[in-house]
């Protein structure tokens, strides 16, 4: 996989330090240097697909994309990578929202998740939905 993230670069070394612990291949991590979260907001609506197709392409062997920062608005651009890509991307919002979702009892529908809960192995096996 490829990390591209708004972080600085030791914050982003972290990201891909962890993925690699937990058993990815991390073939490329690239952050735009970003310090503070304010300055999250100065950046382009298209910074973050930016960076992550830039990323991606000097990885190209990279079997995914992985936008970390719950803050970093990115769930708009996983469909263009994708479509653009062929490989899944995945940013840190939809991960975050499942643990959330675990505890609804209730049927959900979730059409924002559209593009992750196409590759994700539990949305096949109905976690959106399934009382248990």
Known sequence: MVVA???????????????????????????????????????????????????????????????????????????LLERETGKAAVCALPPAYQGGYSGIREPARVTALRSWTRRCPESEKGWLNDPT
């Open 5 to 79: 993230s708004p972080y600085p670069d030791n914050l982003t070394k972290r990201v891909g330090d962890f993925l690699t612990a937990s058993g990815f291949q991390v073939l490329k991590a690239e952050g735009l240097g970003i310090e503070l979260n304010s300055e999250l907001a100065n950046q382009p609506d298209h910074a973050a697909y930016r960076i992550a197709r830039r990323v991606y392409f000097s990885a190209p062997d990279a079997d995914g994309i992985f936008l970390p920062c719950n803050r970093w608005p990115t769930v708009s651009t996983i469909d």
